[in-house]
């Protein structure tokens, strides 16, 4: 039987909850294999009770749990986040109906009645564009900012997580809001390269199509029973009118996170990116932190990621340099060549992300800077994209990405 038992959960230093797990069975092949997980906060968390301080742990499991008709067992969890979770487990089934979800929790439901006066809200907050438009979106509600060390940025990268911070403390200051820090090892308890196998056939990796979602929003469940927030804002990533795309964060999931009175909120998922991009430029210059691929926090300015943002803001007649990216001339003429080989499975992106972005560009013709330099751009047939993993795409990616693989171990051997 696959067995993990939430053995002890511990408050040290008045911030740190330290959870002690054991497991069994042939799933221990998808663990990491330490035997505690830590989640710290910036706030005293002493008075919340070991019924929600146990969410994080048991949120990140969970996905494992189901497809591998496992057992948890734990002392006691939240009754309201117990109530939705079948709700939660019936939005995977239905994103990913290839795969079997099964398992139980075995545990005991206890009510937690926020010490917080109730009211107020959060939302996380990455400084890239989804939630910068969620924050703005939401603006007059004051929402605390939560971000999560251990998400994107790696524990060992400090330097990262400074300027993240810093980041995030700015953008604080400037919409007069809190800012929450979380530090959690979540992601180093679960082995994602195992993991991305055992979903090979639902077409997307763990963490973005697993993972990520509920294991965030987890970590909000102590500040929730803290501060007697009632709503929390995740930024879509996706829209509505999207076919054919899964991802760990959507609405048929994270809208029925619940736990301490606080219900998540899955935002913005009726605006496409493109949308977002007009929205922000129409209301505000903000330095913007979008990629997830580079070190130290930073804007690399060559991966999709930047690329795909960098021509969003140019299509709305933006300068991307004053929304925290690196552009010129020269590097127009970069990305030339460098964009479309850069898109890791070409088809997946370009009609929700790239259509969109050739329409603006042509209809706001007279406010983009440097127009006639992204000819090439305007001018590309997207809808070769269309021929799903064919065999000139696959080639394409696979030079193109080992390549760029040698090209990056050259450069670090100078």
């Known amino acids: 039987m696959n067995l993990i038992q939430l053995d002890r959960i511990e408050v040290e230093n008045g911030n740190r909850v330290n959870c002690r797990y054991s497991i069994e069975g042939e799933w221990t092949k998808y663990f990491s294999g330490q035997r505690m997980s830590f989640v710290e906060y910036d706030v005293d968390i002493s008075s919340v009770p070991t019924s929600v301080l146990s969410i994080p742990f048991v949120c990140n499991i969970l996905p494992v749990l189901w497809l591998c008709d496992g057992v948890m067992r734990a002392d006691a969890l939240d009754c309201e986040f117990l109530e939705h979770l079948p709700e939660i487990k019936e939005g995977y089934r239905q994103m990913y109906p290839m795969l079997s979800f ?3 929790l075995e545990t005991a439901a206890e009510r937690a009645v926020p010490t ?3 009211g107020g809200s959060a939302c996380f907050f990455s400084g890239g564009l989804d939630a910068t438009v969620t924050l703005l979106r939401h603006l007059e509600e004051k929402p605390a900012l939560l971000t999560v060390w251990g998400a994107d940025i790696k524990l060992e990268d400090e330097a990262g997580w400074e300027h993240v911070r810093e980041h995030v403390t700015s953008a604080a200051g400037a919409y007069g809001v809190a800012a929450h820090f979380v530090k959690s090892d979540f992601r180093s308890v679960l082995r994602e390269d195992e993991l991305g196998r055992l979903v090979t056939a639902s077409g997307d990796g763990w ?37 054919g795309y899964t991802c760990a964060s959507d609405p048929s999931i994270d809208n029925h996170v619940r736990f301490c009175g606080c219900q998540a909120v899955h935002d913005g998922y009726e605006m496409s990116r493109q949308d977002k991009a007009a929205y922000l430029v129409k209301r505000r210059r903000e330095a913007l932190r979008v990629c ?21 803001l140019v299509s709305e007649g933006a300068d991307p340099a004053e929304y925290g990216f690196t552009w010129n001339t020269a590097a127009i003429r970069r990305c030339r060549y460098d964009l ?50 064919g065999k000139r795409l696959r080639r394409t990616w696979l030079w193109t990405h080992l390549g760029g693989w040698v090209y990056d171990r050259l450069k670090k051997m100078r």
């Open 102 to 104: 099964g398992g139980r």
């Open 116 to 118: 917080g006066r109730p």
């Open 207 to 243: 963490w973005h199509g697993f993972q990520h979602g509920i294991a965030l929003i987890a970590h909000a469940a102590s500040l929730a029973f803290i501060y007697g927030w009632e709503k929390l804002y995740i930024a879509s990533s996706f829209t509505a009118n999207a076919k």
């Open 292 to 312: 997830w691929e580079s070190s130290g926090g930073k804007n690399c300015c060559r991966c999709e990621k930047c690329y795909r943002t960098i021509l969003e």
């Open 340 to 389: 479309l080989h850069r898109i890791q499975l070409p088809n997946y992106y370009a009609p929700e992300f790239y259509a969109p972005i050739q329409s603006r560009m042509r209809e706001n013709r007279e406010r983009v800077k440097d127009y006639e330099a992204y000819g090439w751009f305007l001018n590309y047939d997207l809808s070769r994209f269309n021929d799903t993993f």
